[in-house]
């Protein structure tokens, strides 16, 4: 499996604009935000878009099983599982001021298992098949790539899904950067078991995998969009605009 090569890890500068504190790893780049008052409030759209594996679950089921985040960020989205969803929750994040800088000005819930490591390493000795959401967001510094995109990699996270479990992954860059992710992913995943978003304006594209995941009808997915809304729209997770914002892949996404 390709590794994070050994680097000097940047460090960790926060800044705050009206009432949100972001998260910036020695650049300009916002690699996560909080809002201080409301902080189970998701506020960046690339966030909100990775929490739309959600509607691949059935309502019921929502809180059950293993999550992961892979790339601590400002740790928006293991507040959500850990304090919203309730699931037992782990994060792996390589650089220790991220995780101290969480602790401190993230409200980082003291129920999560944070891993200090590299995320390929933990992949590796993870129990296969133990882990229903899995998210994904490695990002270095320049915020160009994600810094882990192999096919070895994408193997590795899909190995570690249960049957039925989704994985998403934060991917931004150059149109040529995403085609190839993505088509590395539909290698893994196999190409009826992954789904993109529309972009956000900043360019992030959000894509879902699952790991054999059977999708239901419209009116089914609009029910769980709807039971989604119902529950934490306010934290900001516009369920029924994910339906509009999905679409399958297909093998001509790989050359367009």
């Not at 959600?54 to 850990?82: K, M, N, S, Y």
């Not at 149109?175 to 360019?203: H, M, N």
């Not at 769980?224 to 516009?238: K, T």
Request: proline share 5%; with cysteine.
């Amino acid at each position: 499996m390709h590794k994070r090569p050994a680097l000097e890890l940047p460090p960790v500068t926060l800044s705050e604009l009206d009432g949100v504190r972001y998260l910036h790893l020695g650049s300009i780049w916002i690699q996560g935000a909080m809002r201080i008052r409301k902080p189970q409030q998701v506020v960046l759209d690339y966030v909100q878009r990775m929490l739309a594996s959600l509607l691949w679950l059935p309502t019921e089921a929502l809180g059950d099983g293993q999550a992961v985040q892979l790339g601590l960020g400002a740790g928006a989205i293991t507040r959500f599982t850990a304090v919203q969803l309730r699931m037992a929750t782990t994060v792996v994040e390589i650089n220790p001021d991220v995780i101290q800088a969480n602790g401190v000005w993230f409200a980082l819930p003291n129920q999560v298992e944070v891993v200090r490591g590299d995320a390929a390493d933990w992949l590796a000795q993870a129990t296969p098949a133990s882990v229903r959401l899995l998210h994904v967001d490695l990002y270095d510094q320049e915020a160009a790539a994600p810094v882990l995109d192999s096919a070895g990699f994408y193997a590795a996270c899909r190995a570690v899904l249960e049957d039925g479990g989704l994985m998403s992954v934060n991917l931004f860059g150059r149109d040529a950067s995403f085609r190839d992710s993505i088509g590395r992913i539909a290698a893994v995943f196999g190409a009826d078991q992954v789904w993109s978003l529309r972009p956000t304006r900043e360019g992030n594209t959000v894509v879902v995998a699952g790991r054999g995941v059977v999708v239901p009808d419209r009116e089914t997915l609009s029910a769980r969009a709807a039971a989604i809304e119902s529950r934490h729209g306010a934290l900001g997770l516009p369920a029924r605009k994910w339906l509009r914002m999905v679409r399958p892949y297909t093998a001509e996404e790989a050359t367009t």
